[in-house]
């Protein structure tokens, strides 16, 4: 659009002339032009200036136009002046929740879909899809809320609607594995059992099922309906020749999260005589020791949460990255379209999700041989970068709080202490069965579990009273700073690990803290990551193939409370002695790897 014609509507919207259709086909079109900021100062022109019985109309749109420009006070205030102009009319309202979603008002704006929820009917085609978008934004925050029971509640009510809801179904899924809702797949309505395995998403999938190709299937449904496709590559194919190897690190968890503990030592580490280390970040300001070790370890820290994907991308590329490692994969927060614009000519996965990814773009997985067989290989869409000794790095350097007494804990001072601190999504009705034999075969032990939420601790409860155990059997702690939660391990005998999704940096906190830990592994990554750890950590005798060898291995060590010290001793020894706690070692042998690779650009397609 023209500059002159711009000058004229501006005139003729402050002459009170502009019809309003006029305005809006006008303000979409400079939009349409990225001229935005003109869009919403002629908005605002002419509703100043122009009286109109369709004014509330005029501010939705000046609502959308300025949170589409990050103006969410604007935006909000906008939205509520087309609210006051009409009560009735619904798209500001759900709009509004948005914004105040955004702004991180979350109870203002439950209020708003609240009322969409109360007041608009479900049993019209014009106001269903307004229902719809309430019930579900109802559901996905009071998820984010941890309030988990009415979450669900109003996403069962959404699918009672319109059960061919793929996207509610993931979240609904999720939900209910979080409460230990068994069997997790329930039949719901008119939802086909198939559409309910086909939304499962790929994080959720890992607590599902051992079979790689399902979870391989899994990734790449997802991938193929949210990620942008043929897009253009943004990365120099052969490389930039820098004298330092630039390797960026992006993850919206460089905060208080098991990723940024896990790692923070290793970015202390790289050699910067010859790496070069970058941070992008979407991550909040949680102000934790850890996100501060996090930021002084890198040379360059970059907070991307205000670009888009597509400026972010163009960001990564103007500096020149060699290496980009996404620490995210398939889990909340990942930003996959800004790695669809391939910004790096080898881009990694690490950690964020224990699986693969399905997406084209992603070149290789850290990983070790244990974790990822050779004959496994097949069910990425990476390939596999073979660390030799352990795919797992540690921070040597955390802290550690004084070991509580088990009476302070509620635990029995003279009892076999079984623990899984693992988040209770983990929890499956067969592996729970398993614990409860336990439990039976060993008399008066206890299961210390973490107290996730109040629906899955009345659930397992009652899953306890159903197989014949007493429920004061399962003792529920509450979560803890990092510290304190690491010196409980000090009291326990012996973790039990979870299948089909093993603990990852649970396992390592265990182990660190000289618990020994019993696994059963299998065949995907999930299923195998606490056995990379043992194997690293020469106690191959803890991982068991079969539930049957698992339950036996863990009442004969409940009977045999001698060996899990000897193990207990053993692992103090490796913290110092052994491989699996080496982060130096850990960090010369990942920038090996990454060295190999950059000598061999474009990148190859063989596993190193």
């Known amino acids: 659009m023209r500059d002159d014609v711009i000058v004229s509507l501006l005139m003729q919207a402050w002459n009170g002339q502009l019809e309003l259709l006029q305005l809006i086909d006008q303000c979409s079109k400079l939009e349409q032009e990225r001229r935005a900021p003109l869009a919403a100062i002629l908005y605002q022109t002419w509703l100043k200036r122009t009286p109109s019985t369709h004014a509330h109309a005029a501010y939705f749109n000046l609502g959308a136009t300025l949170s589409n420009l990050g103006d969410l006070v604007a935006s909000e205030e906008a939205y509520r002046q087309a609210i006051a102009l009409s009560p009735g009319f619904i798209q500001p309202r759900l709009n509004l929740g948005l914004v105040l979603e955004r702004r991180g008002f979350l109870d203002q704006a439950v209020e708003e879909w609240l009322w969409v929820e ?9 106001y269903k899809p307004f229902l719809l978008l309430a019930l579900n934004n109802l559901g996905r925050v009071l998820e984010i809320k ?15 609607i319109d059960p ?42 890992l607590a599902m099922t051992d079979d790689p190709a399902v979870q391989l299937a899994a990734a790449r449904r997802y991938a193929d309906k949210k990620v942008l496709k043929d897009l253009p590559s943004l990365a120099k194919p052969g490389g930039y020749g820098h004298r330092k190897i630039r390797i960026g690190y992006c993850s919206s968890d460089f905060c208080l999260h098991p990723v940024a503990m896990l790692m923070v030592e290793m970015f202390e580490s790289h050699d910067r005589e010859k790496f070069e280390v970058y941070a992008y970040c979407w991550s909040p300001e949680d102000g934790s020791e850890v996100r501060k070790r996090v930021i002084a370890a890198m040379d360059h820290f970059q907070r991307i949460d205000q670009l888009g994907d597509e400026e972010a991308a163009c960001l ?20 996959m379209n800004m790695l669809a614009y391939r910004p790096a000519p080898i881009q990694i996965t690490y950690l964020g999700l224990p699986a693969t990814t399905g997406l084209p773009f992603i070149d290789y997985v850290i990983a070790d041989r244990f974790l990822i067989p050779e004959e496994e ?64 075969r ?32 399962l003792i529920f702690t509450e979560r ?9 391990y000090q009291i326990a005998d012996l973790f039990l690990d979870t299948f089909p999704f093993n603990a990852g940096t649970t396992a390592n906190d265990a182990l660190w803290m000289g618990l020994p830990v019993l696994t059963r592994s299998g065949r995907t990554f999930a299923s195998r990551m606490a056995g990379a750890l043992l ?42 002695q052994g491989v699996l706690f080496d982060t130096h070692l850990f960090v010369r042998n990942l920038e090996s790897r990454l060295l190999q690779l950059t000598m061999h650009l474009p990148t190859t397609s063989s596993p190193l």
């Open 377 to 440: 290989a097949r069910y990425y869409s990476e390939m596999p970068l073979y660390m030799p000794d352990i795919y797992q790095v540690s921070d040597r350097k955390r802290a550690l709080g004084t070991p509580p007494s088990r009476a302070s804990c509620g635990l029995p001072e003279d009892r076999f202490v079984y623990c899984s601190f693992n988040n209770n999504f983990k929890f499956t009705p067969e592996m729970f069965s398993v614990w409860m034999n336990i439990l039976r």
């Open 118 to 126: 109360r007041n608009v009917p479900a049993d019209t085609d014009e």
């Open 146 to 160: 941890k309030e988990y029971r009415d979450a669900t509640d109003y996403l069962d009510r959404s699918l009672s």
């Open 535 to 576: 194997t690293a950590a020469n106690l191959g005798e803890l991982i068991t193939y079969q539930l049957s060898d698992y339950e036996e291995k863990a009442v004969a060590l409940g009977h045999r409370r001698t060996e899990c010290e000897r193990m207990r001793a053993h692992l103090i020894r490796e913290r110092t």
């Open 480 to 488: 803890v700073a990092p510290e304190n939660y690491l010196a409980r």
């Open 316 to 335: 990564i590329r103007e500096h020149e990255i060699d290496i980009l490692v996404d620490l995210q994969g398939q889990t909340a927060g990942a930003r």
């Open 164 to 205: 061919t809801q793929s996207d509610v179904l993931h979240h609904w899924v999720f939900l209910r594995m979080k409460q230990c809702c068994w069997p997790v797949y329930r039949p719901t309505g008119k939802v086909s059992p198939e559409l309910m395995e086909n939304s499962t998403s790929a994080l959720a999938m």
């Open 442 to 473: 060993v008399s008066g032990s206890v299961l210390w579990l973490l107290a996730d939420n109040p629906w899955a601790e009345t659930n397992l409860r009652q899953e306890a009273i159903n197989q014949g155990i007493e429920p004061s059997r």
